[in-house]
């Protein structure tokens, strides 16, 4: 228990380091402890007095200063790790932020199913076993148009259940130009060799004919497969199948066709003012499985879907790794109350954040960027100069890379007007003092200025609160 004694001064001068007892005797000690607990702040305490010893500095700090680091310690020990942002990034589906932000309806039915039990996998008619996907398969279909729906953990375990399920030791046939990469590790050739299958790849890169996969189609064949191209374009001297073709196709020779769709939409886009994307339910018009991530267009939570014709999700769904890859009651309950709202479309764009978010008009955006400047330049006075600007978001998650949506932001540039290198590490400081607030504030660098893009701002005043901590 040396950390606990007070140690002598050295021949350099150190005062006298105070023991751990006298601290805790101090009045300052008391809230502390009461707060945190007497252990923790026994260990805050003797970790400053051990940084006290070790550091260079020649004389030991008074102990109500030692209080006050300990404090400072226990509160960032408090802090959890995993927290809310603001996500002024202008990516509005930003996977490393946490993809889409849940409705209060789909808040409230998980708090509502967490506390107690639930009927999970109780059928409340016959008293007997129920099937979880139950509660959202009904839901699904009619949303969709497909015969049957099964939840699993991401979109990523869908695909992989699904060519494990359907084509374990088999070939499955995929165009050349779409053995894509989807963000990190998903990477199509790669998941396909984990599922067991045999990549049959056909065409080229940029054209792929239809009589490429009737050559291609035969009795090793388990699965012709389509991937919806999310992150990237191939444009200029190109060609696909029609839809329709391949699956007329695929029909005759009696293999199915599964498409992975990436982001689900479940809405027409266009309707709302946003760049067109297939929805599950045109995208099941010529195809007899669709897979889908739940927190991308969809606007709920962390899920991904196999939607389609009700054989191949029986399936599926007997396949031992729809166990190891299933949801939990958490997720139902806010996949369920987000599907409900696409049952009042005319309130879609209101209730659903993500819909609410991208449908914001620019004008509105900008109005609030004038609105926020002079209160932002207040709280940054001498620090920042604070300006407004045009600029882009983007949907995110793959959804239309290269589109992307009208907006404003406000500007944080240097106080001295300065560019260049110098701008560029005053952005980065600033960007970093930014993230250290108590709801971190996420935004971009661009030409020596951090730019908050505002389209994802709802909570004004709670955003104004966290810049009053700001330390820069
Ligand atoms: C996003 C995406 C995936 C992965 O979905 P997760 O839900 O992130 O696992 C797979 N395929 C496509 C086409 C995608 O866009």
């Not at 400072?72 to 509005?92: I, M, Y």
């Not at 839901?139 to 992989?160: I, K, M, P, Q, S």
Request: positive net charge; proline residues 6%; glycine residues 8%.
């Amino acid at each position: 228990m040396t950390s606990a004694l007070a140690t002598a001064g050295s021949a350099t001068g150190h005062r006298r380091i105070p023991s751990v007892e006298r601290l805790l005797a101090r009045p300052e000690a008391a809230p502390l402890a009461e707060m945190h607990g007497r252990t923790a702040l026994v260990e805050a305490l003797r970790a400053v007095l051990d940084g006290i010893r070790s550091g260079a500095d020649p004389a030991a700090p008074e102990e109500a200063t030692i209080l006050v680091a300990a404090g400072r310690r226990l509160a960032a020990e408090r802090q959890p790790s995993l927290r809310p942002v603001f996500n002024l990034t202008g990516t509005v589906l930003h996977t490393n932020l946490g993809r889409a932000l849940l409705p209060r309806q789909a808040v409230a039915a998980v708090a509502a199913v967490m506390a107690g039990a639930c009927n999970l996998e109780f059928d409340l008619a016959s008293g007997a076993r129920g099937e979880r996907d139950s509660h959202v398969e009904a839901l699904l279909c009619r949303l969709t148009g497909a015969e049957a729906a099964l939840v699993v953990n991401n979109n990523a375990a869908a695909v992989f259940l699904l060519l494990n399920a359907l084509a374990m030791r088999k070939e499955v046939v995929v165009s050349r130009g779409e053995l894509v990469e989807i963000g990190g590790s998903f990477r199509v050739p790669d998941v396909m060799a984990r599922a067991g299958c045999r990549l049959r790849e056909v065409g080229t890169t940029n054209r792929t004919h239809l009589r490429d996969f009737a050559d291609a189609i035969g009795p090793r064949t388990g699965l012709v497969m389509k991937v919806h191209p999310s992150n990237y374009e191939i444009r200029g001297f190109t060609a696909q199948p029609g839809e329709a073709e391949l699956h007329a196709l695929c029909r005759e020779r009696g293999v199915p066709l599964a498409l992975d769709l990436g982001s689900g939409s479940l809405v027409d886009l266009a309707r709302h003012g946003l760049p067109p994307e297939p929805t599950v339910r045109t995208a099941l018009a010529a195809a007899d499985l669709v897979t889908f991530s739940g927190d991308k267009l969809l606007g709920a939570v962390q899920c991904g879907v196999i939607a389609g014709r009700a054989d191949l999700v029986a399936r599926i769904r007997k396949s031992p790794l729809k166990r190891a890859l299933r949801v939990d009651k958490m997720t139902y309950a806010a996949l369920e109350a987000t599907l409900r709202l696409y049952l009042h479309p005319e309130r879609l764009a209101a209730d659903l954040p993500t819909l609410r978010l991208l449908t914001r008009p620019q004008g509105d955006i900008a109005a609030q960027a004038e609105r926020l400047a002079p209160e932002v330049a207040r709280r940054l006075a001498g620090r920042a100069q604070v300006g407004t600007a045009p600029c882009s978001s983007q949907i995110g998650s793959g959804a239309l890379p290269v589109e992307s949506l009208p907006s404003a932001a406000l500007v944080l540039s240097a106080p001295d007007g300065s560019t260049g290198r110098k701008a560029g590490g005053w952005s980065r400081r600033l960007a970093a003092a930014l993230r250290a607030l108590p709801v971190p504030v996420i935004g971009r660098i661009a030409d020596g200025a951090v730019l908050l893009d505002l389209r994802t701002l709802e909570d004004e005043p709670g955003f104004l609160a966290s810049l009053d901590a700001l330390a820069f």
